[in-house]
């Protein structure tokens, strides 16, 4: 099956979901969106279609050195009493980077192929908090 879902890649948006129904595997979400914060960013997405039951996802990022992307890895998160309907907030990230993530949706069959990616974020850190008073030059 994973050979077949290989396959899947060359196709359309429609192919895809069509063949991976008629597979049992799970479609991946239609939209990711991502929220930069200090060393971590909030990434949420859309409903996911699937014939099985889902048991869980995988969070992949994405981070720009320089000038291109480069794949990062993945956290999965199973459907257990930790997870939080279709978000999850990515930690341990470089400050002052740009991060894009995608999403796979599992169920018994495997993971789906991964969606679209997500809007850039850039990680960084707050800037320091303004001071309440104002010191007059005399």
């Not at 599992?106 to 850039?122: C, D, Q």
Request: hydrophobic share 35%; proline share 6%; with cysteine.
């Amino acid at each position: 099956e994973q050979k077949m879902l290989a396959k899947t890649k060359a196709k359309s948006p429609k192919e895809n979901q069509d063949l991976m129904r008629s597979l049992g595997i799970a479609t991946p979400p239609a939209s990711v969106y991502a929220i930069g914060r200090p060393a971590s960013a909030a990434v949420w997405w859309s409903n996911v279609e699937s014939t099985e039951e889902l048991i869980g996802f995988e969070v992949h990022r994405y981070r720009r050195d320089v000038e291109d992307w480069n794949y990062k890895g993945y956290i999965r998160i199973d459907m257990d009493e930790t997870y939080d309907k279709n978000q999850y907030v990515v930690t341990n990230l470089s400050d002052d980077k740009e991060y894009k993530f995608s999403i796979k949706a599992i169920n018994k069959n495997g993971p789906s192929i991964e969606s679209t990616l997500s809007n850039p974020v850039v990680v960084e850190q707050p800037l320091p908090a303004v001071s309440n008073y104002v010191t007059s030059i005399c």
